[in-house]
């Protein structure tokens, strides 16, 4: 596949509708993780632009900054810490309307105003987190809660 993305300027769900099949016919071709990851990241800011994107990879019992796409950010993480952490620990996605709010949040950057992590679960363990990270309050919804999922549950059997 070229390594070129079409997607239309419809709404949010139908850009994730239409990055999805170019997203995984990019990748399932891959047996690099990072080079996966990678694409994955940059497919997702240029796609729509957030603010940060990328993956936190459960390494030694702590998260380590893997491939992303923006300012430069923590490089680790420890498990219950901050939303990325939070994720982690109890495995389920987390959507952060404003960050500030965020009982122990991280501020990798000043900049970050709303985020939303996906954990990456294979052989039902925690392997990692996606992390998407906005300049805007409240920029994530229920769209971005179930397409992401979609993709990193679909991810979670690449990798």
């Given at each position: 596949m070229s390594e070129n993305l079409s997607i239309s300027s419809g709404s949010k769900a139908q850009k994730y509708q239409e990055l999805i099949p170019q997203l995984k016919a990019l990748l399932i071709g891959e047996k690099d993780q990072i080079a996966n990851l990678a694409n994955f990241v940059?497919?997702?800011?240029?796609?729509?632009?957030?603010?940060w994107v990328g993956f936190y990879l459960v390494k030694e019992n702590e998260l380590v900054l893997g491939p992303f796409q923006g300012?430069?950010?923590?490089?680790?993480?420890?498990?219950?810490?901050?939303?990325c952490g939070t994720s982690w620990e109890q495995e389920k996605t987390m959507l952060v309307p404003d960050v500030d709010q965020f009982?122990?949040?991280?501020a990798c950057s000043s900049?970050?105003?709303s985020e939303i992590v996906v954990p990456?679960?294979?052989?039902?363990?925690?392997?990692?987190?996606?992390?998407?990270?906005s300049d805007q309050l409240n920029d994530f919804d229920e769209v971005d809660?179930?397409?992401?999922?979609?993709?990193?549950q679909?991810?979670?059997s690449i990798i």
């Open positions: 940059a497919a997702l800011k240029g796609t729509f632009g957030f603010f300012p430069i950010a923590c490089t680790r993480i420890k498990k219950g810490k901050g939303v009982p122990g949040h991280i900049l970050s105003k990456i679960i294979k052989n039902k363990e925690v392997i990692g987190v996606l992390d998407v990270d809660e179930k397409y992401l999922n979609e993709l990193c679909w991810l979670s």
